[in-house]
T-cell receptor, first 109, second 114 residues
């Protein structure tokens, strides 16, 4: 069965303190790995899609990378407005989408 | 651009009551789906539809019904609510053209069953 595990569950950073979030996955044929951002009381908002090992995508202070077994979301010099829950999801060959439980990021000023 | 609209935003039910969560999208997406989100767990797929008149079960379908009479609307029905259905529900849609992978989510409906 496809599985997605995100770590840590929660992460507290000082403003400017860079770090990484991890998404480990097992999937029967990867058709895409997705990162979403979710703010309290709102629906997930799409950030990135990665398709193959070695691929990287960047958006402002965020960079997502992908290997054959995990993905990292690197946050460089975060700001308080980066505080949110970050969700990882994988799509398998049968088009099923499996989500991780998320990492709740808090950035203190 | 409304995107995906869900109503109501909040609802409290008593055990055994029925209700319908509404979902509408204005992007002409063929694919629509319902997820539930519980603390410490990832989003779990309840039901999905690949077009008007076509629906199928996801990972956790028991206790829920859906129908898809139009491209725009995809309501989720709880026929006899149970406390285990207390959750936040999200509707999502996407196109089904080649290369279209991204789900667009609604803002969610928080349901409490007493």
């Amino acid at each position: 069965e496809d599985q997605v595990t995100q770590s840590p569950e929660a992460l507290r950073l000082q403003e400017g303190e860079s770090s990484s979030l991890n998404c480990s996955y097992t999937v029967s044929g990867l058709r895409g790995l997705f990162w979403y951002r979710q703010d309290p009381g709102k629906g997930p908002e799409f950030l990135f899609t990665l398709y193959s090992a070695g691929e990287e995508k960047e958006k402002e202070r965020l960079k997502a990378t992908l290997t054959k077994k995990e993905s990292f979301l690197h946050i460089t010099a975060p700001k308080p407005e980066d505080s949110a829950t970050y969700l990882c999801a994988v799509r398998s060959l049968n088009n099923d989408m499996r989500f991780g439980a998320g990492t709740r990021l808090t950035v203190k000023p | 651009n409304a995107g995906v609209t869900q109503t109501p935003k909040f609802q409290v039910l008593k055990t055994g009551q029925s209700m319908t969560l509404q979902c509408a999208q204005d992007m002409n997406h063929e694919y629509m789906s319902w997820y539930r989100q519980d603390p410490g767990m990832g989003l779990r797929l309840i039901h999905y539809s690949v077009g008007a008149g076509i629906t199928d079960q996801g990972e956790v379908p028991n206790g829920y019904n859906v129908s898809r009479s139009t491209t725009e609307d995809f309501p989720l029905r709880l026929l006899s609510a149970a406390p285990s259905q207390t959750s936040v529900y999200f509707c999502a849609s996407r196109a089904t053209v080649a290369g279209a992978n991204v789900l667009t989510f609604g803002a969610g409906s928080r349901l409490t069953v007493l």
